[in-house]
T-cell receptor
């Protein structure tokens, strides 16, 4: 099993729809989790941290399932500007691992 | 200036050239990183510096040579590169080498083309 795994997509979603994607991780001792967003030809930017109890930031909801070792990102009422690659990041004791990312295209 | 600044934004170099990439962070972070991002590949960690000491070197070829003169500056010296080294090189910083509470802050990257 890969250390961090994401469905590469692309997810093609109509504007206004809800979309969700997961990220699985192999190290059960992983401590912290993040979602980053990367626009085409730009640097990754922190979207949100993922807390054990789940957390919400506007239209975005992140959840952690330690038992099944995955994190999820839900985007409600998607906007054209949400089109990007979403990177899952898992932090252990001594390293941070980035997933390959999931490409999201919001269609007008 | 705030955040993480990288220069140059774009670089085209021949295989026999020597060039350097520069990264500067204004966040008071103690750890800095070089990442390579090739087309359709995940971010590849190249080097990690914590408090100016190199703590990780992920089997990067010697044609890439990092330098961290202080906690705010990081360089990547390049020499005799190959065309397959063409990629986006990203610098990042974090509170500490484990990423801290807020993960990484990335610079805008240097898009390198080796001809």
């Amino acid at each position: 099993r890969k250390e961090v795994e994401q469905d590469p997509g692309p997810f093609n979603v109509p504007e206004g729809a809800t979309v969700a994607f997961n990220c699985t991780y192999s190290n059960s001792a992983s401590q912290s989790f993040f979602w980053y967003r990367q626009d085409c030809r730009k640097e990754p930017k922190l979207l949100m941290s993922v807390y054990s109890s789940g957390n919400e930031d506007g239209r975005f909801t992140a959840q952690l399932n330690r038992a099944s070792q995955y994190i999820s990102l839900l985007i409600r009422d998607s906007k054209l500007s949400d089109s990007a690659t979403y990177l899952c990041v898992v932090k252990g004791d001594d390293k941070i691992i980035f997933g390959k990312g999931t490409r999201l295209h919001i269609l007008p | 200036e705030t955040g993480v600044t990288q220069t140059p934004r774009h670089l085209v170099m021949g295989m026999t050239n020597k060039k350097s990439l520069k990264c500067e962070q204004h966040l008071g972070h103690n750890a800095m990183y070089w990442y390579k991002q090739s087309a359709k590949k995940p971010l590849e960690l190249m080097f990690v510096y914590s408090l100016e000491e190199r703590v990780e070197n992920n089997s990067v070829p010697s044609r890439f040579s990092p330098e961290c003169p202080n906690s705010s500056h990081l360089f990547l010296h390049l020499h005799t590169l190959q065309p397959e080294d063409s990629a986006l090189y990203l610098c990042a910083s974090s509170q500490d080498r484990t990423g801290g509470a807020y993960g990484y802050t990335f610079g805008s990257g240097t898009r390198l083309t080796v001809v």
